[in-house]
């Protein structure tokens, strides 16, 4: 059975960094895009940052010149490097992985940043 295993997330002070991972268990597959999604409480789960396979990235504005996606050699773990973290970045943080035959998600990890 594949699976996606997240690690890295924790509580910070505001302004301290984090680094998350993301693992696909089955490297027979590789990804075709890799994304990392938040879910804060009372709102809406929302895209934070996306890698494609041609290697081009996206991110949410929030988010945008703090936090940076990347991917290894084999497209089956990705990373979300998180910096200058802000209260308003609390939530538990998703990865998905697209790979041929569908996609697959995460169990998510907490992000707590404190005041």
């Known amino acids: 059975q594949v699976q996606v295993v997240e690690s890295g997330g924790g509580l910070v002070q505001a302004g301290g960094s984090l680094r998350l991972s993301c693992a696909l268990s089955?490297?027979?597959?590789?990804?075709?895009?890799m994304a990392w999604y938040r879910q804060a409480p009372g709102k809406q789960r929302e895209l934070v940052a996306a890698i494609r396979g041609g290697g081009t990235t996206n991110y949410a504005d929030s988010v945008k010149g703090r936090f940076s996606i990347s991917r290894d050699k084999t497209f089956t773990t990705t990373y979300l490097q998180m910096n200058s973290l802000r209260p308003e970045d609390t939530a538990v943080y998703y990865c998905k992985m697209t790979v041929p035959y569908g996609d697959y998600w995460g169990q998510g990890t907490q992000v707590t940043v404190s005041s």
């Open positions: 089955e490297r027979r597959y590789s990804t075709t895009v």
